[in-house]
């Protein structure tokens, strides 16, 4: 387990750096050519670099859950969410309200060549870090971001692309009017930021360590509780995450006859065959009650011998 969070926590720090160095280099050439959708594209990967940033905080903490250690108070985690979503939301309304102003007051120049061979490079390197850290992550036995398939970062970068790339074709063809497309890129990418800075907030407020299950994922994980001998039946089955991890709170039901030793040795090969199959599965917090003196006990036992066994 130590070993698969700390290839996890590798590759998340390699796109923790790789977001970090996209941020300082678009943001530079975008102030050096005065080009809103690069400084826009600049602050998106600097959103993309707060999820980073959420997601090895969430990856750290499952390491230590795992070692062993009393993880550090989750406040701080919260904290710096919210605090980087409201920085990314200010800085993508100052990118709106600039855009506009050039809209309305009239654009005469293009951003250079410089600048939209910055943003066509790094589409390609901001892929190449995605496809290491997903490698990782599936090598680690890590389940999917929720969010793993909205690749807003792809459509951002496109839209600085066509932004930079037309108002460049404007200069060079004696079309002024092709100016405005590069503000026009840079207030269109951050509406797209003010959405990503709401939803990463609306993640930490309504407590993101609670995870509901679909309905595949709850149904492979009861089929295994029950294949495990001993355990009669499951009645609630609920799910934690920490990091790309999953903790889960499971109440079983055992024979009423059982020993306290023999429930926990039942409870122990529950949580082994869960966190050995399934490799996204960190711990297990097994509960174990005695199953309902009816059927099949009841009738092989009289009622008072059962009621004093239970009392």
Not at 234 to 261: C, K, T, W
Not at 278 to 290: E, G, S
Request: proline share 3%; glycine share 8%.
């Amino acid at each position: 387990m130590v070993q698969r969070s700390a290839s996890a926590e590798s590759g998340a720090l390699v796109s923790l750096w790789g977001l970090l160095g996209l941020f300082v280099i678009k943001g530079t050439v975008g102030l050096l050519t005065g080009s809103k959708a690069l400084i826009a594209d600049a602050c998106h990967s600097g959103a993309d670099w707060a999820g980073a940033m959420k997601s090895y905080l969430g990856i750290r903490k499952a390491r230590t859950t795992a070692n062993g250690r009393i993880p550090k108070s989750e406040q701080a985690e919260s904290t710096t969410s919210i605090i980087l979503s409201v920085l990314l939301l200010v800085a993508a309304i100052e990118i709106g309200i600039s855009a506009i102003r050039a809209l309305v007051n009239g654009v005469d120049h293009a951003p250079g060549w410089g600048a939209v061979i910055l943003v066509a490079a790094s589409i390609g390197l901001r892929e190449g870090i995605v496809r290491y850290k997903r490698n990782r992550d599936h090598r680690s036995g890590l389940r999917a971001d929720r969010d793993g398939d909205n690749r807003s970062d792809i459509l951002v970068s496109l839209t600085a692309l066509i932004g930079t790339s037309g108002a460049l074709v404007g200069e060079m063809y004696e079309m002024p009017i092709l100016f405005v497309l590069d503000p026009a890129a840079g207030l269109v990418i951050s509406l797209i930021i003010v959405r990503t800075s709401y939803r990463l907030t609306a993640d930490v407020l309504r407590n993101s360590d609670r995870c509901v299950l679909d309905e595949a994922d709850a149904q492979a994980l009861l089929e295994a509780v029950q294949r495990v001998d001993g355990v009669i039946s499951v009645d609630h089955l609920r799910a934690r995450e920490q990091g790309h991890y999953l903790v889960l709170d499971i109440d079983i039901r055992v024979n009423p006859r059982l020993s306290v030793f023999e429930g926990q040795d039942i409870a122990l090969r529950v949580k082994r065959q869960l966190t050995k199959r399934f490799l996204h599965v960190m711990d297990a917090q097994i509960k174990v009650q005695p199953y309902d003196p009816g059927f099949p006990y009841k009738s092989n036992h009289h009622d008072e011998q059962m009621s004093s066994l239970l009392q």
